[in-house]
Nanobody, 121 residues
């Protein structure tokens, strides 16, 4: 079965950086678009960034444009989210998603269990 396993979350001060990783198995990774979503307490899950199977097309939420970078290594079946200039409002559980495209969670077929990112002020 498909498994997406996130890692790299943690506690960081405002202005700091973190890199999230999502290791995929059970699917032909290089054929699938991938994304990162986040969900803060009391809020809906929202798209952070997405990347097409080839790696050449990306999509970012306005709130992270210029601060976050999504990338993938198809040889390692892994998608990354490099987060810089972190703000307290970036605090959320970050989820890896696969098999879809766009900003709606319902458009994605596969999900990881999530990793907590906490940004202190």
């Amino acid at each position: 079965q498909v498994q997406l396993v996130e890692s790299g979350g943690g506690l960081v001060q405002a202005g700091g950086s973190l890199r999230l990783s999502c290791a995929a198995s059970g699917l032909s990774f290089s054929s699938y678009n991938m994304g990162w979503f986040r969900q803060a307490p009391g809020k809906e899950r929202e798209l952070v960034a997405a990347i097409k199977w080839s790696g050449y097309t990306t999509l970012y939420a306005d709130s992270v444009q210029g601060r976050f970078t999504i990338s993938r290594d198809n040889a390692k079946n892994t998608v990354y989210l490099q987060m810089s200039s972190l703000k307290p409002e970036d605090t959320a559980v970050y989820y890896c998603a696969g098999g879809g495209w766009g900003s709606r969670p319902r458009d994605y077929d596969f999900w990881g269990q999530g990793t907590q990112v906490t940004v202190s002020s």
